[in-house]
Nanobody, 125 residues
Framework: QVQVVESGGGLVQTGGSLKLSCRAS????????MGWFRQAPGQEREFVAA????????KYADSVKGRFTISRDNAKNTLYLQMISLKPVDTAVYSC??????????????????WGQGTQVTVSS
């Protein structure tokens, strides 16, 4: 049974940092590309970052470049999102997603097969 579980969200002040984790029990985790998405109230789901199965390739939304870093530890079946210099506009539910491709760094959520429930990130001004 596939399970994708995020953790690490919380309340932080503007300029603060958080590190999100996502543990995924999916077959062949170490070769599958993964991504982070977020959704704020009343808005559509938004691409944040993606990483290839090997971790060698990454892609970021322009809004988070230079502030967020996506990484993975394949030995632990875990994906991470380090967030620094957080802003109130970063407030959203952050979700982890797994594709069935090795290297394609999709920004469209329709290309992701497995999803977690999400973790809330709130940045206060």
């Amino acid at each position: 049974q596939v399970q994708v579980v995020e953790s690490g969200g919380g309340l932080v002040q503007t300029g603060g940092s958080l590190k999100l984790s996502c543990r995924a029990s999916v077959p062949k985790f170490s070769i599958l590309a993964m991504g982070w998405f977020r959704q704020a109230p009343g808005q559509e789901r938004e691409f944040v970052a993606a990483i290839s199965g090997s971790g060698e390739s990454t892609k970021y939304a322009d809004s988070v470049k230079g502030r967020f870093t996506i990484s993975r530890d394949n030995a632990k079946n875990t994906l991470y999102l380090q967030m620094i210099s957080l802003k109130p506009v970063d407030t959203a539910v952050y979700s982890c997603a797994v594709t069935t491709y090795r290297t394609s760094l999709f920004t469209d959520p329709r290309n992701y097969a497995y999803w977690g429930q999400g973790t809330q990130v709130t940045v206060s001004s």
